[in-house]
């Protein structure tokens, strides 16, 4: 498992499109309209070069992909030091539309905070403090009961909920 | 880091998210955004994102 950089220049952005397209029409479900919103603002990012900012998705020891997301590392007013912020994290449609053990959602989850830690000691994108966009409601409710049980792990000094974002910051 | 302490890591991570999804339901987390089939939820919540 690794928490890889996609990019369009590479080939490995529209090498994920295609597989994501696949896997929906395995499922019986119109590509086109799985995650819009998500490919809205990932198509264009994954096609720059920009600096401290881009697509990364965790993929798998088998090569498949099973989560995507935004990240950027920026300085934001209020912290002390630049902050990676995660956002429109997406899962497969292969996790989507298919039915698994809890295991996978949780492997899902967990391999994509293990990546994102990784990431911030990266020394592009690197940050004490990282934060996850919650997009929807649910998406709140979810993260707000996760980060007292994330709070308890070592690795992190303080895990809150704040507005729309779980912010994270590690210890 | 080094393999032991992600290994460390992994495993607490798991821990958190299994505690979370036991206390909410699977389906409260199916029902997020992270699910790309929730994104008609997201895009009635930002149309002009969305559009």
């Known amino acids: 498992m690794a928490l890889i950089n996609l990019s369009a220049g590479d080939g490995s952005w529209p090498a994920l499109r295609a597989a994501w397209r696949a896997q929906c029409v395995a499922a019986g479900e119109d590509p086109d309209l799985y995650a819009q919103g998500t490919f809205l603002v990932l198509d264009p990012l994954a096609a720059a070069q920009e600096r401290r900012s881009g697509v990364y998705a965790v993929r798998r020891d088998d090569g498949q992909i099973d989560v995507i997301c935004q990240v950027n590392t920026t300085p934001l007013p209020g912290h002390p030091e630049p902050v990676l912020r995660v956002r429109m994290v997406t899962v497969s449609p292969e996790i989507d539309f298919g039915v698994h053990e809890k295991s996978r959602y949780i492997d899902a989850l967990a391999d994509l905070f293990l990546g994102i830690v990784e990431l911030s000691h990266d020394p592009e994108m690197g940050a004490q403090e990282f934060k996850l966009h919650l997009r929807s409601p649910e998406d709140f409710n979810f993260f707000r009961v996760a980060s007292r049980s994330l709070a308890a792990v070592p690795k992190f000094k303080t895990v809150s909920v704040h507005g729309a974002w779980l912010h994270v910051t590690r210890a | ?51």
């Open chain 2, 1 to 51: 880091m080094t393999s032991q302490q992600k290994a460390e890591l992994r495993i607490a991570l798991q821990t958190a998210f299994a505690e979370a999804i036991d206390t909410v339901g699977l389906h409260a987390l199916k029902a997020s955004s992270l699910f790309g089939s929730n994104d008609v939820a997201y895009k009635a919540a930002h149309p002009k994102r969305a559009a």
